[in-house]
């Protein structure tokens, strides 16, 4: 049968490493695919990662606007954080809702943290194997899930990475299998529809790259600071080798897609060495706002003694309550002050302002008042050296209000602070300056993290907003896929 479109999407594709193993020869078809595409690179917003990366391409607008800049969210009415919720919170549709809305033929398949509504028309399965699922497995027609868990099974990594039991040379053999068993049922899947219908659209979606980033990117360079030559002999470079099988599950889904599809590719944000203070964001944010003998907040100590007295095996069990009392501890203490940290991805600290008339209990004033404060928390963050080595701890600081003019709400934070992965090789291990004086990070967890790049293919006609050598912004992806979908729909008789 075949379909229109096939839109892939692979989650945590590094665009330096895919050019890297097409030139050594190993992944022929991404090779086929480039050579027959219109290719443009693409920037994620300033400050922000990879769920923010991928809503804003399924909605077609920015975080200011369709509502989610991270699963954790602030709340100026309790100075708690509550969860994202995907079927209530979006402010915006996705392309496949819109599809779906006009009658044409959809199955979207694990989009990285998309909006979750029911499909008329379609199929749409969410958090069956994906990246640090935020809500169990679900899909529509609710019928789905008879289908997919009869005939293709449950998720093998459940979890992901920090939720299995990685302690010997056997488990991490364990880990790269089941990642293996999960690209396979995702391609049985996608092949399997195509045979037994003509579709609109079908967007399968891989997030093991995301997964095998973030924890084995040691494995993949010497220049890496945790490089493990004896476990790089033992399991080889887990990456590497879920490219290579990407790379298959790209060939065989595109056959059985039919010859007459357009194609087309979103993969990113890319994984680089991970370079990250913001465990140490809420000290921080304390000690520009109240001085350098500002002793420790509550938050921090609660964060500290998790990560020096909990074992890493007992973590994921206790880490929703540990992570309810430090909200506990902050909020407490957020209420008088000017400013103060909020969680975020690792690529960037976020700061939010205690503003009257949107904080509840607000202490600074909007306007000259908020933008000299604005000016003064800018200065104390550039003034952030790497102890170790004298180098700059933050490469850029954005406002909001610069980067996102409109926004549906104030649910941004005030400040970005991307971290410096330029002039810093290794991770900090203590920052200073004389606003804060030192500060220990603690270690993260993770050794890899998202860039800002991504990639977008399509050997569909060009799109006159995709203009050779400039580089464009994760929601204009949207168009050119619905307009495709829309423009094979006319043409092409069902």
Known sequence: MGCKTLLFGFDGLDHQRLDQLIAEGVLPNFERLRSQSQCVRMHNYPGLGAGAFWTSAATGDTPARHGRYFYLQFDPKTYDYKTFEQELAFHKPAFWET?????????????????????????????WLAHDAASPPRMS???????????YGHDPIAGGYANQKIATVEDHLNF???????????????VDLLNEREWDLIAPCFSEL???????????????????????????????????????????IRQAAGDDAVIMMLGGPGIEPMISANSAMPEIALKLDIGAGAPPSGEANARRAYQSYIPNAVRHRIAPLARRIRRLLA????????????PHNDNAGCIRINLKGREKYGVVKPGAEADALLEEIKEGLLSLKNADTGAPAVAEVYFSRDVHAEQ???????????????????????????????????APVRNGDHTRHSVFWSTGPAHPIFTDGETHLPHEATALITESVTQAHRTKPA
């Open 408 to 442: 549906e709400g104030d649910l941004l934070p005030d400040i970005f602070v991307e971290w410096d992965r330029t002039h810093n090789r290794r991770n900090f291990r203590r920052l200073t300056s004389d606003r804060t004086g030192e500060i220990r990070v603690p």
């Open 141 to 151: 027609p609710p019928s789905t899930a008879d289908m997919v868990f009869g005939k």
């Open 331 to 342: 909020k407490n203490e957020y209420k008088s002050r000017r400013f103060f940290s909020v």
């Open 210 to 252: 995301h997964d095998l980033g973030h924890y084995y990117l040691q494995l993949t360079s010497e220049d890496h600071e945790l490089f493990d030559p004896a476990l790089r002999e033992s399991i080889g470079d887990p990456v590497r080798a879920c490219y290579i099988e990407t790379d298959k599950a790209l060939g065989e």
């Open 176 to 190: 790269a299998e089941g990642v293996r068993k999960r690209i396979g049922a995702k391609v049985r899947l996608s």
């Open 99 to 127: 599809l779906d809305a006009e009658g044409k033929r959809v199955a979207v398949i694990d989009w990285h943290r998309g909006p979750f509504n029911e499909m008329k028309n379609g199929i749409l399965i969410d958090n």
